[in-house]
C-alpha cells in the first residue's frame, strides 16, 4: 500500500471512530453510505482489487471474500448516471444504484461475457475518473417495502440484462486464492445481499451543515 493510499485508509478509519461517538442509529441504507455488502448464502462479502480477469472482458475482477476487515470490501451507493440521490437519503425499493468501489474508484459492472469459473454471466468492476462508465453499471434494489432497510437482505438485478447479483462458491486460485467467484444469474438462488459493517449516512436532525454518521467494524 503506498503513502498516499495508507493516509486515506487512516482518515477514513478516524472519520468511522468519529462517527462510531457522535452518531445515533438508522434504520435505512442509504445514498453516499460507504458500506460492505454480505451475501447471507455464503457469508462472503463483495469484494474487488486491481487484479483483472485473464479471461472474457479483461476488466477488473469482483469476488467474495470471507475476510470481514479487507479495506477492499467498501462500496459507496451512487444515484444511476445522470440522477440525483440526497446524501443521506433512504434509497427506496426499487431504485436504480450504482456501487462506486471505494479503493479504486470503479462501479460493480455487468455484460454478455461468460464468468471465469462457472460460466455464468460475468460481474467486473468498471469505469474511469471516479466512476464514470455506463448503462452496465446500474442495479435495481429489490426489496420489501418502501426503503432498503439495514437489516433486510435484497436482491440487486442488473438493468442491462435482467440477471441477479450471486455468488457461485467456487473458489479462484493464484492471485486470488480462496475468494469466491460472483456472477450474474437468471434466478435468485444465492443472491441475497445484506449492508454489513460501514459508514451509514443519515441527514442531520439540526442543521444543513451537519453531518452525522454510524459505523460497525470494519
Known amino acids: 500500500m503506498t503513502y498516499t493510499n495508507s493516509i486515506f485508509f487512516l482518515s477514513l478509519s478516524f472519520l468511522l471512530f468519529l462517527g462510531q461517538i457522535e452518531a445515533k ?4 441504507v442509504t445514498c453516499g453510505s460507504v458500506i460492505k455488502l454480505l451475501n447471507t448464502d455464503y457469508k462472503v462479502r463483495l ?3 486491481d487484479v483483472k480477469y485473464g479471461s472474457g472482458s479483461g476488466q477488473q475482477s469482483v469476488t467474495g471474500t470471507e475476510i470481514q476487515e479487507d479495506v477492499n470490501s467498501h462500496w459507496v451507493i451512487k444515484s444511476a448516471t445522470g440522477k440525483f440521490c440526497k446524501r443521506g437519503e433512504p434509497i427506496a425499493c426499487g431504485a436504480v444504484i450504482r456501487l462506486e468501489h471505494l479503493a479504486t474508484k470503479k462501479n460493480l459492472h455487468s455484460h454478455h461475457f461468460p464468468s471465469p ?3 455464468n454471466q460475468e460481474i467486473s468492476a468498471y469505469g474511469d475518473n471516479a466512476g464514470e462508465g455506463d448503462t ?6 429489490v426489496c420489501k417495502g418502501d426503503s432498503w432497510l439495514r437489516d433486510d437482505s435484497v436482491l440487486l438485478k442488473h438493468i442491462d440484462t435482467d440477471m441477479f447479483l450471486s455468488v457461485t462458491g467456487r473458489t479462484y486460485g493464484r492471485p486470488i486464492n480462496g475468494q469466491l467467484e460472483v456472477v450474474g444469474v437468471s434466478s435468485p438462488s444465492s443472491s441475497h445481499w445484506q449492508a454489513a459493517e460501514g459508514l451509514f449516512i443519515h441527514p442531520s436532525d439540526f442543521n444543513a ?3 452525522s454518521y454510524i459505523h460497525t467494524e470494519l
Open 25 to 28: 442509529r438508522t434504520q435505512f
Open 136 to 141: 452496465g453499471d446500474h442495479w435495481t434494489v
Open 47 to 49: 469484494h474487488s482489487h
Open 117 to 119: 469459473l462457472s460460466g
Open 209 to 211: 451543515k451537519a453531518q
